[in-house]
């Protein structure tokens, strides 16, 4: 097939301009009807490498980006040492395509012997072989097979086999399988190809199986960073792991995951959960990572912890980057005045000095706050509100930290702080984590108490039990002293019409999911305009949400109840009437019936809700009707209702 002649710009702009449509390209000539052979094909290779070395010679492009940018462009970077394999010596850069002497040797050593095969992670594989049917429908191999080459994961050897193949679909399949025998770096490479030469659809297909960067074995023997990593961190501001420290490699993995797919085009990446979760000591272990920092982001990482601000607070962490950045200056350039100008000097430097490094904009509160740094590059960003990120442009990926922790994580954290084993805590330990709920935020509170003050386990079980959030406090890592600190401030953030809205969730069931009609009825309004509010708080982390079906599901955390509980629990019976008066003034004299997705929320939980309002009259009507006790027990049996019997038996005993 012939080849056109790569002019001498930038290959990003190559890629660019000499791609074709799907439909446009030449099919890849087989074997059988005048392939040329493996010698002229090898020739064929110097050639496209002299050419590629030629772009790379020096000079700026017009767009900013130094030619000789060919690998840093890649969405992720060009393959390097990882786990059992090693790779070759790159190949020296020239300056003009007729420079063929030294390449020579580099390519006759790549055609002497395959590259080194290595183990392909599991995930990786697995990604492969679900999506290996559409790939090979679509793709045409031998422009996915000229950036393999480049990134030298694919030898000329094995190119050749898969030019062998008689139709397109089968050189496809040949390729597949050479790339199934490799390491995590072919997987990478064979990604980017597709990236590059526009199959977005397909490379969205395998984004889930890229491979985690793993830190090799070029770790100190202190806390596994090296001395590269230490100096990035430190310069950029990186907090340091908190006295207490247990790691969650499987959060961790997801966020250098999505780091990776930023590559090198401008890009968010959102950390979010409630409040406690851990988003920020996460995030910074993530970052502890040689490969990450050194192939993805060489121009460094700039941590700012943003928080809430106005516009004076604003301008002032602003200005402080700015400086930051601008520290070994020769010119001495006086603050930023106002936003615009901060905004713009601070763009100027990340693409002219700082090209490729990752800005992390710790705990980010409103999307205002967060276009001041909408500068076409790459920031990480942890909050609260999963939405963040809706008023700004760019690929945008997202890391969900989970509220709860494991048991036995729970257990260690509080051994760590008293410094003692987990087999010699006192029995309360596990009462304690118990009532955490999970929480990173609580266990550690709990923890440093219990550090100062060692005999008191039984005092602080109590406190948690009792839901006494305001003597639970402390001094930690944490931005917040106390439980209820961390939880109010999220809650303060709502306009006025939905602290109203999220108070009346209060009196909802724990551990119990509930349908979005049940939160209709309570409110009388159209689904829609229930699930907009709800879908704030989901944003926001102060509600969960099952998508499960057709029909959405809505639940507390543990901690989150319990909070909002001891903070209304003057006007909890008023909520629990005005919830069964609704409910009285939907349904009437009627009850619900199984197809309606309500139905099992009121035959659980109505005599619930008429206990907490005391309604007492009119739960022993409910309770003796006969339709109700009929219908309810062929929805759930008797021994719900025998339940009901017993833990409302002072209600239903007393004389009318």
């Given at each position: 097939?012939?080849?056109?002649?790569?002019?001498a710009?930038?290959?990003?702009?190559?890629?660019?301009?000499?791609?074709?449509?799907?439909?446009?390209r030449?099919?890849?000539?087989?074997?059988?009807?005048?392939?040329?052979?493996?010698?002229?094909?090898?020739?064929?290779?110097?050639?496209?490498?002299a050419?590629?070395?030629?772009?790379?010679g020096?000079?700026?492009?017009?767009?900013?980006?130094?030619?000789?940018?060919?690998?840093?462009?890649?969405?992720?970077?060009?393959?390097?040492?990882?786990g059992?394999?090693?790779?070759?010596?790159?190949?020296?850069?020239?300056?003009?395509?007729?420079?063929?002497g030294?390449?020579?040797?580099?390519?006759?050593?790549?055609?002497?012997?395959?590259?080194?095969?290595?183990?392909?992670?599991?995930?990786?594989?697995?990604?492969?072989?679900?999506?290996?049917q559409?790939?090979?429908?679509?793709?045409?191999?031998?422009?996915?097979?000229?950036?393999?080459?480049?990134?030298?994961?694919?030898?000329?050897?094995?190119?050749?086999?898969?030019?062998?193949?008689?139709?397109?679909?089968?050189?496809?399949?040949?390729?597949?399988?050479?790339?199934l025998?490799?390491?995590?770096?072919?997987?990478?490479?064979?990604?980017?190809?597709?990236?590059?030469?526009?199959?977005?659809?397909l490379a969205?297909?395998?984004q889930?199986?890229?491979?985690?960067?793993s830190s090799?074995?070029?770790?100190?023997?202190?806390?596994?960073m090296?001395?590269?990593?230490?100096?990035?961190l430190?310069?950029?501001?990186?907090?340091?792991r908190?006295?207490?420290?247990v790691?969650?490699?499987?959060?961790?993995?997801?966020?250098?995951?999505?780091?990776?797919?930023?590559?090198?085009?401008?890009?968010?990446?959102?950390?979010?959960?409630?409040?406690?979760?851990?988003?920020?000591?996460?995030?910074?272990?993530?970052?502890?990572?040689?490969?990450?920092?050194?192939?993805?982001f060489?121009?460094?990482?700039?941590?700012?912890?943003?928080?809430?601000?106005?516009?004076?607070?604003?301008?002032?962490?602003?200005?402080?980057?700015?400086?930051?950045?601008?520290?070994d200056?020769?010119?001495?350039?006086?603050?930023?005045?106002?936003?615009?100008?901060?905004?713009?000097?601070?763009?100027?430097?990340?693409?002219?000095?700082?090209?490729?490094?990752?800005?992390?904009?710790?705990?980010?509160?409103?999307?205002?706050?967060?276009?001041?740094?909408?500068?076409?590059?790459?920031?990480?960003?942890?909050?609260?509100?999963?939405?963040?990120t809706?008023?700004?442009?760019?690929?945008?990926?997202?890391?969900?930290?989970?509220?709860?922790?494991?048991?036995?994580?729970g257990?260690?954290?509080?051994?760590?702080?008293?410094?003692?084993?987990?087999?010699?805590?006192?029995?309360?330990?596990?009462?304690?984590?118990?009532?955490?709920?999970?929480?990173?935020?609580?266990?550690?509170?709990?923890?440093?108490?219990?550090?100062?003050?060692?005999s008191?386990?039984?005092?602080?079980?109590?406190?948690?039990?009792n839901?006494?959030?305001?003597?639970?406090?402390?001094?930690?890592?944490?931005d917040?002293?106390?439980?209820?600190?961390?939880?109010?401030?999220?809650?303060e953030?709502?306009?006025?019409?939905y602290?109203?809205?999220y108070?009346d969730l209060?009196?909802?069931?724990?551990?119990?999911?509930?349908?979005?009609?049940?939160?209709?009825?309570?409110w009388?309004?159209?689904?829609?305009?229930?699930?907009?509010?709800?879908q704030?708080?989901?944003?926001?982390?102060?509600?969960?949400?099952?998508?499960?079906?057709?029909?959405?599901?809505?639940?507390?955390?543990?901690?989150?109840?319990?909070?909002?509980?001891?903070?209304?629990?003057?006007?909890?019976?008023?909520?629990?009437?005005?919830?069964?008066?609704?409910?009285?003034?939907?349904?009437?004299?009627?009850?619900p019936?199984?197809?309606?997705?309500d139905?099992?929320?009121?035959?659980?939980?109505?005599?619930?809700?008429?206990?907490?309002?005391?309604?007492?009259?009119?739960?022993?009507?409910?309770?003796?009707?006969?339709?109700?006790?009929?219908?309810?027990?062929?929805?759930?049996?008797?021994?719900?209702?025998?339940?009901?019997?017993?833990?409302y038996?002072?209600?239903?005993?007393?004389?009318?």
């Open positions: 097939m012939t080849k056109l002649a790569r002019p710009a930038t290959p990003t702009s190559w890629a660019r301009a000499c791609r074709l449509t799907r439909q446009e030449p099919a890849a000539t087989p074997a059988t009807s005048g392939a040329l052979p493996l010698s002229a094909r090898a020739d064929e290779a110097l050639r496209r490498r050419e590629l070395c030629s772009v790379r020096g000079g700026r492009s017009a767009g900013g980006r130094r030619r000789g940018e060919w690998a840093e462009s890649a969405l992720i970077p060009p393959p390097g040492p990882e059992g394999g090693s790779r070759g010596a790159p190949l020296p850069r020239c300056g003009a395509a007729g420079s063929l030294k390449l020579r040797t580099c390519c006759r050593r790549l055609l002497a012997a395959a590259l080194p095969t290595g183990n392909m992670d599991v995930k990786s594989r697995n990604y492969l072989l679900m999506n290996r559409a790939l090979e429908k679509d793709i045409k191999t031998s422009y996915i097979m000229d950036h393999m080459i480049s990134d030298e994961v694919l030898t000329l050897q094995e190119e050749e086999r898969v030019k062998q193949q008689n139709t397109q679909k089968e050189r496809a399949a040949m390729l597949i399988n050479i790339i025998t490799k390491d995590n770096n072919s997987y990478r490479s064979f990604y980017n190809a597709l990236l590059h030469e526009g199959y977005s659809d969205a297909l395998l889930e199986g890229i491979p985690a960067i090799g074995n070029r770790k100190s023997s202190m806390d596994g090296t001395s590269y990593v230490k100096r990035v430190c310069e950029g501001g990186v907090p340091q908190p006295v207490v420290f790691t969650r490699p499987e959060l961790v993995d997801a966020i250098k995951q999505k780091l990776c797919c930023l590559g090198s085009d401008p890009g968010w990446v959102t950390v979010y959960g409630m409040a406690g979760c851990g988003k920020t000591v996460l995030t910074a272990e993530a970052l502890r990572d040689h490969h990450l920092l050194e192939g993805y060489p121009g460094g990482v700039h941590w700012v912890s943003v928080g809430k601000q106005d516009k004076a607070g604003l301008l002032i962490k602003l200005q402080n980057l700015c400086s930051r950045l601008e520290h200056s020769t010119l001495s350039l006086r603050p930023p005045l106002n936003i615009e100008e901060a905004k713009d000097r601070l763009r100027l430097l990340m693409l002219r000095k700082y090209h490729r490094s990752l800005l992390i904009l710790d705990d980010i509160w409103d999307s205002w706050v967060l276009k001041a740094f909408d500068n076409q590059c790459q920031v990480l960003i942890t909050s609260r509100d999963r939405s963040i809706d008023a700004v442009a760019g690929n945008k990926y997202e890391v969900h930290v989970e509220s709860g922790l494991a048991h036995e994580k257990l260690e954290i509080l051994s760590l702080f008293v410094n003692m084993k987990i087999s010699e805590l006192p029995e309360q330990a596990n009462c304690l984590v118990r009532e955490c709920k999970g929480s990173p935020l609580v266990i550690s509170l709990i923890g440093a108490l219990l550090r100062d003050f060692p008191r386990w039984e005092y602080y079980l109590k406190q948690l039990q839901k006494q959030f305001k003597r639970i406090r402390k001094s930690s890592s944490y917040y002293e106390a439980v209820d600190e961390a939880m109010s401030i999220s809650v953030q709502l306009n006025d019409n602290k109203d809205y108070k209060s009196i909802l069931p724990k551990d119990v999911k509930v349908p979005t009609k049940v939160l209709c009825i309570l009388d309004m159209e689904t829609e305009e229930v699930e907009d509010i709800l704030e708080f989901v944003n926001k982390s102060l509600l969960f949400c099952d998508r499960n079906g057709k029909s959405f599901h809505y639940y507390l955390h543990d901690l989150q109840l319990d909070f909002l509980t001891e903070k209304n629990r003057n006007q909890l019976q008023e909520l629990h009437k005005n919830i069964v008066n609704q409910y009285k003034k939907y349904y009437k004299l009627n009850t019936v199984p197809s309606q997705e139905c099992m929320y009121w035959y659980n939980f109505l005599a619930y809700h008429m206990a907490g309002a005391n309604m007492q009259k009119e739960l022993r009507d409910l309770m003796f009707s006969l339709d109700w006790i009929k219908a309810k027990t062929e929805l759930v049996g008797p021994a719900h209702l025998i339940h009901e019997y017993v833990e038996s002072s209600i239903l005993d007393q004389k009318v």
